[in-house]
T-cell receptor, first 114, second 115 residues
């Protein structure tokens, strides 16, 4: 079974631009979560989508948004990029919305904002 | 406030040594879940284990073992006879109702195993 895939793997943008990251979950997984990893803040939860609905949201500004499609693929958008948005963005999927299911992570998209 | 504390930032051991990675968590929930993930240099987080709050049994999987103690709110991870391939950053994470069951990660422990 293929794992979680994320595209693109690397991205360079400039301040003020916007960016869209994509995540394809493991086949059969309906829940997709996004995390941001930075050296200073570590791994932080952005949001979770389940059956095309945002079910949970972390403490990030409204510039960070996402959506999920009917095939469970998810996209994350960051508008008006800031230098501090430079990070590794990780997507994770799990079978369902059941709380104890472990999440499986993709390789991440490394975003650099200049 | 940090809900998951991994006090060891970096650990360096020589191959074949045993090493224990500490994890202390904080929660008010009676139902919660604890996880360990490994992040090799490639960046992808690899799931290692899940434990729920009802099950305090220790777990062993090959060279890996986990010690869950609710009395001290700890979920420690031991690698026996470490190998160079074990070099990675290891994260402990808490999942609880208070955060909608999102993973709340510790800062991670960077393990370096040298030959």
């Amino acid at each position: 079974k293929a794992g979680v895939t994320q595209t693109p793997r690397y991205l360079i943008k400039t301040r003020g631009q916007q960016v869209t990251l994509s995540c394809s979950p493991i086949s059969g997984h309906r829940s997709v979560s996004w995390y941001q990893q930075t050296p200073g803040q570590g791994l932080q939860f952005l949001f979770e989508y389940f059956s095309e609905t945002q079910r949970n949201k972390g403490n990030f500004p409204g510039r960070f948004s996402g959506r999920q499609f009917s095939n469970s693929r998810s996209e994350m958008n960051v508008s008006t990029l800031e230098l501090g948005d430079s990070a590794l963005y990780l997507c994770a999927s799990r079978v369902s919305g059941v709380s104890y299911n472990e999440q499986f992570f993709g390789p991440g998209t490394r975003l650099t904002v200049l | 406030a940090q809900k998951v504390t991994q006090a060891q930032t970096e650990i360096s051991v020589v191959e074949k040594e045993d090493v224990t990675l500490d994890c202390v968590y904080e929660t008010r929930d009676t139902t919660y879940y604890l996880f360990w993930y490994k992040q090799p240099p490639s960046g992808e987080l690899v799931f290692l284990i899940r434990r729920n709050s009802f099950d305090e049994q220790n777990e062993i999987s090959g060279r890996y073992s986990w010690n869950f103690q609710k009395s001290t709110s700890s979920f420690n991870f031991t690698i026996t006879a470490s190998q160079v391939v074990d070099s990675a950053v290891y994260f402990c994470a808490l999942s609880e109702a208070d955060s909608g069951y999102a993973l709340n990660f510790g800062k991670g422990t960077s393990l370096l195993v040298t030959p």
